[in-house]
């Protein structure tokens, strides 16, 4: 079976992640990379299931998070860089309140 690691900075990261990706129904584990995925000590990985990636990848975008590099894993431990598509637009902004296109109410006396 293929899956996928989404390597994160830090552990607090991956982990934050993880959660966000658990309450949208995504089946997800946290563990450390294999040296050859990881340029330094700290970072941590997300495993995600091949089926699921591209609603993980969505998720985590839409959620600002920083998981810049994702690998192929397969099942024997070999794995090989995967170049995420830019094929979802960004977010829109919000306007803020009392922003020429949304004004602040008036208080009435």
Do not use: W
């Not at 989404?6 to 552990?11: A, E, L, N, P, V």
């Not at 934050?16 to 089946?27: C, E």
């Not at 990379?33 to 970072?43: D, F, I, K, M, R």
């Not at 309140?97 to 004004?103: F, V």
């Amino acid at each position: 079976m293929l899956s996928y690691l989404i390597i994160c900075r830090t552990q607090t990261q991956a982990n934050r992640a993880a959660t966000v990706l658990r309450t949208i129904g995504i089946g997800v584990s946290v563990l450390r990379p294999p040296a050859a995925a990881s340029a330094n000590g700290c970072t941590h990985a997300l495993r995600v299931n091949g089926e699921r990636i591209a609603d993980a990848l969505t998720a985590l975008k839409n959620g600002d998070f920083d998981c810049s590099k994702v690998y192929l894993y397969r099942a024997d431990g070999t794995m090989d860089a995967v170049d995420i598509p830019a094929e979802h637009p960004e977010p829109p902004t919000p306007t803020v309140k009392g922003s020429k296109n949304n004004p602040l109410p008036t208080r009435r006396r």
